[in-house]
T-cell receptor
């Protein structure tokens, strides 16, 4: 099955700096890559997602890039703020076959933004 | 629209007991997935239901089971509880478009503690 690796496991940045989290996946059939943010004691919330027919997607301070050939995708957060502090999870999914709809998650990155 | 809801939010059980958790998806969503979240194993897929049928199952023992009702509400059951079953159980709902799973939205989770 699919294997998603996420790095780094922890990331500390100063407010205003950029943060980058990287993920790799193993199954070339994966075609949907969401990123979730989970604050302490709360549910994972989707912050951005990308499909395999797109190389980059942006939403204000957040962007995701996808390299299908290398099987990796990254989350970029610019002008970080203390409220960006949370655990971020990447995930991969294929929309066909026996694993239809199943999300494979990375292990998470604890992002801390210092004021 | 109301978000995904889960009941109960917290549960304390002892080893050997069984437990039933409930998930109500977003109105109109027919796909419900269940995940177990622990500090050691991260987010792991349990199973996914669509239109009352289990489409996918993760690598969990047969003590973990689930079902979905005609109104798309889903329940999962864990029998003969073990200490290692202590975790946050999350469900996620999504709609389907042209046979493809759309964005998956998570509920707040049920925190299960097994003593």
């Amino acid at each position: 099955g699919e294997n998603v690796e996420q790095h780094p496991s922890t990331l500390s940045v100063q407010e205003g700096d950029s943060a980058v989290i990287k993920c790799t996946y193993s199954d070339s059939a994966s075609n949907y890559f969401p990123w979730y943010k989970q604050e302490l004691g709360k549910r994972p919330q989707l912050i951005i997602d990308i499909r395999s027919n797109v190389g980059e997607k942006k939403d204000q301070r957040i962007a995701v890039t996808l390299n299908k050939t290398a099987k990796h995708f990254s989350l970029h957060i610019t002008e970080t703020q203390p409220e960006d502090s949370a655990v971020y999870f990447c995930a991969a999914r294929t929309d066909r076959g026996s694993t239809l709809g199943r999300l494979y998650f990375g292990r998470g990155t604890q992002l801390t933004v210092w004021p | 629209k109301a978000g995904v809801t889960q009941t109960p939010r917290y549960l304390i059980k002892t080893r050997g007991q069984q437990v039933t958790l409930s998930c109500s998806p977003i109105s109109g969503h027919r796909s419900v997935s269940w995940y177990q979240q622990t500090p050691g194993q991260g987010l792991q897929f349990l199973f996914e239901y669509f239109s009352e049928t289990q489409r996918n199952k993760g690598n969990f023992p047969g003590r973990f089971s689930g079902r979905q009702f005609s109104n798309s509400r889903s329940e999962m059951n864990v029998s003969t509880l073990e200490l290692g079953d202590s975790a946050l159980y999350l469900c996620a709902s999504s709609s389907m478009t042209s046979g493809r799973t759309d964005t998956q939205y998570f509920g707040p989770g049920t925190r299960l503690t097994v003593l």
